[in-house]
């Protein structure tokens, strides 16, 4: 039973404060008890001590002397909402610095950061979460719906694992592939390596997992075989097997159940998370609570944005020029200036005639978001219009929390890209690739082409995608239009990846030594 001892309060509490609440504290007891009003479906907790699946909990009993017999650590793997149950219970019974204080079996999650250094963690931290279901299997039947389940988790890690390779390989081509977390030899595996590598992990988990849409799982958000075919897609862009790219994408189109988000501005935002449009998204909380506990993507949001305030008074300094600062008393959000769009861009967005997306996609100095905050002015940095698909308004933010972009997830496989590769894939291989292309058009208020071509699809991806996981980039690369595009700004060929770390080629000279077309042994 349960006390509420109010007795050390009762000093600073009005005499009334219990029965004038009474009435409503009583209705609200009911509505709970009889499983009634706003959220009445989901009261099933209320009686939960009483009545449950004592079945079910001697099986979790049975798994967790098996996990503690043969593991030192247990990894709880997703990207975000797979696992907040997960780690809201463990941290309210144990704590949060229980690996640090305890004894036993060590839990880590792993799956919602997404920052370059912690790749390789998440690398190594799939390996492990990978033996340690093999592990658990062993203790399964085949065939059995506990197998089943174990080689659906097997795929959700596969896919963050392959996610994690794209991002190496496309910034640092030839990457050390991890046969395990035991290996000692880190010759590095060529690109062509890596890519084959990735779809082994695609192929089994597209085999292995739910065939629908991640808002649609029980846990809502994991990724799903839609999920890891939108990756593979990616990667056979990479490798340039157009058929494949067809293939894949038309039965996501066909079988999915996916559609665009109607507003484009939204789906960035609040509204949007996890909609009908997304594919993988690394998932944000705040738990509904404006300070405490955040699970969040470290600086991810904040190095995106602009400074912001609610406005912005002119200053006439005393050598007659003009600056600005942030009007008395006047609240302010934002981000460190860092990611900016080239003005060229922005010129030749709107010679399009771009409005929807580019009112979504660019924040320019001064200006204002339709909900009144303004822009802040230009800054050291040589641009003065950021990217604004990292924004989040002051009105959708949990108060007092305003850090830029809290409580946001991070986008990053969309429907959309998902119509852009079918349609450049069947362009590619002679075929009609208008639908996907204009669906995404229309969407973004623009009009609707027949006919469309390789150039039209590059130059929507350019448009549709901009701010995105450097897709842009991968796209000039791939295409060898890298040279042409940003030769004159000082690229070269031997330029293509970001260099290798030089303390890291000090502590593991295997880096040092050409890739292999194949894995270190």
Not at 77 to 83: D, F, P, R, T
Not at 116 to 127: A, G, H, Q
Not at 303 to 325: C, H, L, R, W
Not at 338 to 365: D, H, M, N, Q
Request: contains cysteine; aromatic residues 12%; charged residues 25%.
């Amino acid at each position: 039973m349960l006390e509420f001892d109010v007795s050390y309060a009762r000093p600073f509490l009005p005499a009334n404060w219990l029965s004038s609440r009474l009435d409503g504290l009583t209705e609200a007891r009911q509505l709970l008890e009889n499983g009634e009003g706003l959220g009445g479906e989901f009261t099933g907790w209320v009686d939960l001590p009483r009545s449950y699946d004592r079945e079910e909990v001697h099986r979790v009993l049975q798994t967790a002397r098996i996990i503690r017999r043969q593991s030192e650590v247990l990894i709880v793997v997703g990207i975000g909402g797979s696992y907040l149950g997960a780690r809201a219970v463990v941290e309210a019974c144990k704590g949060v610095y229980h690996n640090d204080i305890e004894d036993g079996v060590k839990i880590y999650f792993c799956g919602n950061t997404i920052s370059p250094t912690y790749l390789n963690d998440i690398i190594r931290i799939t390996n492990a979460a990978l033996q340690s279901l093999d592990s658990y299997a062993e203790h399964l039947a085949a065939g059995s719906e506990d197998y089943k389940t174990y080689e659906s988790y097997c795929g959700e890690v596969r896919t963050i694992r392959a996610w994690a390779y794209y991002c190496l390989v496309t910034n640092f081509g030839p990457t050390v592939i991890y046969r395990d977390n035991l290996q000692t030899d880190f010759r590095r595996s060529t690109v062509d390596a890596v890519y084959n590598y990735m779809l082994e992990d695609l192929n089994y988990a597209i085999g292995k997992l739910p065939r629908m849409r991640p808002n649609q799982m029980e846990h809502k958000g994991a990724v799903t075989a839609f999920t890891a075919q939108a990756l593979a897609a990616r990667v056979y862009l990479l490798k340039g097997d157009y058929a494949q790219v067809e293939t894949l994408t038309d039965d996501i189109i066909k079988n999915g159940g996916f559609r665009l988000y109607d507003d484009f501005y939204q789906l960035f935002k609040i509204p949007g998370k996890l909609c009908d449009e997304s594919l993988f998204e690394c998932q944000v909380t705040d738990y509904g609570n404006g300070s405490g506990d955040y699970l969040g993507v470290d600086q991810w949001f904040n190095f995106q944005g602009p400074n912001m305030a609610e406005k912005y008074v002119e200053v006439v300094n005393a050598d007659g020029t003009i600056s600005y600062k942030q009007a008395e008393g006047a609240k302010s959000i934002g981000g460190w200036n860092f990611i900016g769009y080239e003005p060229e861009f922005v010129a030749w967005a709107e010679a399009r005639g771009e409005g929807v997306r580019a009112e979504t996609s660019f924040l320019k100095a001064l200006s204002k978001t339709r909900e009144g905050w303004q822009v802040g002015p230009t800054s050291a940095t040589k641009t003065d219009c950021w990217n604004g698909k990292g924004y989040l308004p002051y009105n959708q933010m949990t108060l007092p929390r305003t850090t830029y972009g809290a409580n946001n997830n991070v986008r990053i496989i969309r429907y959309a890209e998902v119509l852009l590769m079918n349609s450049e894939a069947k362009v590619r291989l002679g075929k009609d690739g208008d639908a996907g292309y204009n669906e995404v058009r229309r969407r973004a208020g623009m009009s609707t082409k027949t006919g469309v071509t390789l150039k039209d699809v590059m130059d929507e991806r350019r448009m549709e995608l901009c701010g995105e996981w450097c897709a842009r980039y991968v796209d000039l690369v791939r295409t060898g239009d890298a040279a042409t595009v940003l030769g004159p700004k000082g690229w070269t060929a031997e330029k293509t990846y970001w260099p290798i770390p030089a303390n890291q080629l000090d502590d593991l000279p295997d880096l040092k030594l050409e890739p292999i077309d194949g894995i270190a042994e």
